[in-house]
């Protein structure tokens, strides 16, 4: 069974929305704070935005404004609503359940990559036409 599934990406115009779906386990879920990410060719990989089990959010300057992370416990779910978007938003974004040290802040842990994957899942392709 895969524990984290994604869906939600499509392609789309400059300005328009997409809202990306993340089902989860109830074990992954329940017990981590959940992330999406993006990977791209030749680069690290990187956080978007991330939601903590007590509802803390952290988003990536680039997005802040545009997208929102939320998280429905009750469906285990993970959804990345994503406005306004714009040709270098397009990638494959992935979903993924994180831990972090206990030493930094939240937002210090996902800017620089402070974290370690539980579980990863398989991505979404989001596509930006101009």
């Known amino acids: 069974q895969e524990q984290l599934v994604e869906s939600g990406g499509g392609l789309v115009q400059v300005g328009d929305s997409l809202r990306l779906e993340c089902v989860a386990t109830?074990?992954?879920?329940?017990?981590?704070?959940m992330g999406w990410f993006r990977q791209d060719p030749g680069q690290e990989r990187k956080s978007v935005a991330a939601?903590?089990?007590?509802?803390?959010?952290y988003y990536r300057d680039s997005v802040k404004g545009r997208f929102t992370i939320y998280r429905d416990n009750a469906k285990n779910t993970l959804y990345l609503q994503m406005n306004d978007l714009q040709p270098e938003d397009a990638a494959v974004y992935h979903c993924?359940?994180?831990?972090?040290?206990?030493?930094?802040?939240?937002?210090?842990?996902?800017?620089?990559?402070?974290?370690?994957?539980?579980?990863w899942g398989q991505g979404t392709r989001v596509t930006v036409s101009s």
């Open positions: 939601i903590s089990r007590s509802g803390t959010t």
């Open positions: 993924g359940a994180i831990i972090l040290p206990a030493d930094i802040t939240f937002a210090e842990s996902l800017e620089n990559g402070h974290y370690i994957f539980e579980a």
């Open positions: 109830e074990d992954i879920f329940s017990s981590h704070s």
